[in-house]
């Protein structure tokens, strides 16, 4: 059960962008903060009356988060993160109570969506992680399904964001072939640092 256990202390990086009011002149770099709650179900999730996929099948545990790190806009719709985390799994969980930190980047595209918000997905691929503390430091993983609302202040230089619908994330490990499926409720606020990109220019 530590594999299952391993699932639940791995943290989303939360991200957002602005600069501007159009998503195609977001440029810049902005420091990060933020909380995370998340439902880990092992063996997955089934369909509520609406059809989201929200009723965990089996065996949970909760994981809860921080984080903080930079997110860097480049002025086309497209960016980029880097962040570390540390994670708590509480008692009383089927797997033991854990703590884990590690490190997490990603490349993200964003869309205009509505009067000064914006909407966030992760390029399919991009998303990776590292654990450098806890019960499976040294391992790697990666993540997919990640979108959030994010809304940017009339001057650009405060954003905040949160998960606005349940969706289910999959989290797979190194080395094994089965992915984790998970909910999460996430809230963050960005700063802007820096209206030029130097660094970590997103391929």
Known sequence: MRVSLFWSTIVIASTAAGAAAAADNLKGTYSLVGAQVCLVA???FKQDSNGNYTIPIGETNLSQLTTEGQVIYNGDGTGEARQTFVTIVPPPNPYGAAVSAGTVSYSFTYTPEGDHAYRMAVKPGTFQGMLNAGPNAGK????????????????????TVAIDKPYVQKITFSGDSQPVQRVCTSISNQSLVDQSVTVGKSK
């Not at 790697?140 to 954003?159: A, C, P, W």
């Open 42 to 44: 092992p063996a997955g």
């Open 140 to 159: 790697q993983f990666s993540i997919e399904g990640e979108s959030r609302l994010f809304r940017v202040s009339d001057d650009g230089k405060k954003i």
